[in-house]
């Protein structure tokens, strides 16, 4: 009766309804089979003892540069890096060259991705002031996970800084709304706060209120259309209290950097590796987004992965790019918050598993039930793991947490029902496929 499934997971803690449980899983094709007891063979049997077996990981902020920079990333290495990072499906963003901002170009990427992902993927369709009358052909695009809206200036030329601009983008959106929140006004008053070779001056530039005020701007809009946004990357203070009041229609993410690094002390130890948008910022505000965390104020985690080349990154400030790479460690570093009891695994797994299949309405995944994708991560909590610049698969080779030891780390990622990743190793070929929303 070898022929009844295509993988057993045996001897497992599952992640099943909130719970650990000792249970096997039965896997054929790319869907989940039965949970339970299985005692009949299978063409492949993997031993999770001492393992924990989760849903498959979703990371819903990464730039594979592609197409456009290359050099730097594209989309086969950039899921190679997840895929290794325990991450099953990710979300990648329009600002390439040329940015994913016409229905052409969405399905240029789309064949771009075929049978080079390793893991699953969408990509968003990026905004600009002139394209929205083509949102509401978005509704039910496989592969789409919902619009990007760049209200700050960043990495390439995407941009909808006019408030008229912002308003009809969210207004005739059928699809969520992803927006990076800086106010461009501020940024181009601030700039004579930038400094010279001096990265420290980078939150200074981009401060705070910058972030705030077009946060309540593009809140106030979502409210007045009813429609739904999703703030990405907050690191401030005030946009934490001002979220924690406006949950109807507004949902929002944190990254991993900004709850394990603040300004000063990532600057001197890092430099222009530390540089991102929106910045890293003081103590103050990292201890406010940890509030947020476990408090269930925030709704996902992120890994805004942004690789640069390392000679541009160490190019003098302010010409050196805002960015790092993180799909490949946004897990382990959570994981290790896990193990220091900053946050539970049931809270990580709802803000990386179950809230992007909530919030973006993900088809059959976020969660172990039978009938369900066959995306799994299994993590191996007692693994002691120093992260090192040699191990990233990104093309940019460096990664901000080099030399950082965590405690908790993925042992083996399983896509569509195949093993891809085993012990830090690819051992199949890449087959990802959009993801169905």
């Not at 539970?344 to 803000?351: D, F, Q, T, W």
């Amino acid at each position: 009766m070898s022929g009844n499934f295509s993988l057993i997971i045996k001897n497992g803690s599952c992640f099943i309804e909130g719970k650990l449980k000792n249970i096997d899983i039965g896997l054929s094709g790319n869907k989940i089979k039965k949970i339970g007891k299985i005692d009949l063979n299978s063409a492949k049997v993997f031993d999770a003892s001492n393992k924990i077996v989760l849903p498959g990981v979703i990371d819903t902020q990464v730039h594979f540069r592609e197409p456009g920079s290359t050099d730097t990333e594209d989309l086969e290495s950039g899921s190679k890096a997840a895929v290794l990072g325990g991450i099953t499906s990710v979300f990648e963003m329009p600002n390439t060259n040329p940015p994913t901002s016409t229905l052409a170009e969405f399905d240029k990427k789309i064949k771009l991705a075929k049978n080079r992902m390793h893991s699953n993927y969408a990509f968003y369709f990026g905004a600009t002031p002139e394209n929205s009358d083509q949102l509401s052909k978005l509704k039910n695009l496989d592969g789409c996970c919902g619009v990007k809206l760049f209200a700050g200036s960043s990495t390439g030329k995407l941009l909808v800084d006019k408030e008229s601009d912002i308003e009809k983008v969210i207004s005739k959106s059928d699809r969520i709304v992803s927006i990076h929140s800086e106010d461009e006004e501020i940024l181009k008053l601030r700039k004579k706060f930038i400094k010279e070779g001096d990265v420290k001056s980078h939150p200074e530039w981009r401060n705070a209120e910058c972030a705030m005020s077009s946060t309540r701007r593009v809140v106030k809009i979502a409210e007045r259309y009813n429609k739904r946004i999703h703030v990405l990357h907050v690191s401030t203070k005030e946009e934490v209290d001002f979220l924690a009041m406006h949950k109807k229609n507004v949902t929002f993410e944190i990254t991993p950097q900004h709850l394990t690094m603040y300004a000063p002390d990532c600057y001197d130890k890092l430099g222009s590796l530390a540089q991102m948008n929106p910045p890293l910022r003081s103590k103050d505000h990292y201890d406010k987004l940890w509030v947020a965390v476990k408090k269930s104020i925030v709704d996902v985690l992120g890994s805004d992965h942004a690789p640069h080349l390392k000679a541009n990154k160490d190019k003098k400030y302010p010409n050196s790019p805002s960015g790092m790479p993180g799909v490949q460690t946004i897990l382990p570093i959570m994981l290790d918050h896990v193990s220091k009891e900053n946050l539970s695994l049931e809270m990580l797994i709802k803000l990386m598993c179950e809230n992007p299949c909530k919030i973006f309405g993900i088809k059959n995944k976020g969660y172990l039930k039978e009938e369900y994708d066959a995306d799994i991560t299994i993590i191996d909590m007692k693994k002691e793991q120093i992260i090192k610049n040699d191990m990233i698969a990104s093309k940019c080779g460096w990664t901000p947490f080099n030399n950082y030891k965590v405690k908790g780390f993925p042992i083996a990622t399983i896509v569509n029902g195949k093993i891809v990743m085993e012990n830090n190793k690819i051992i199949s070929k890449a087959q990802g496929m959009p993801l169905k929303f």
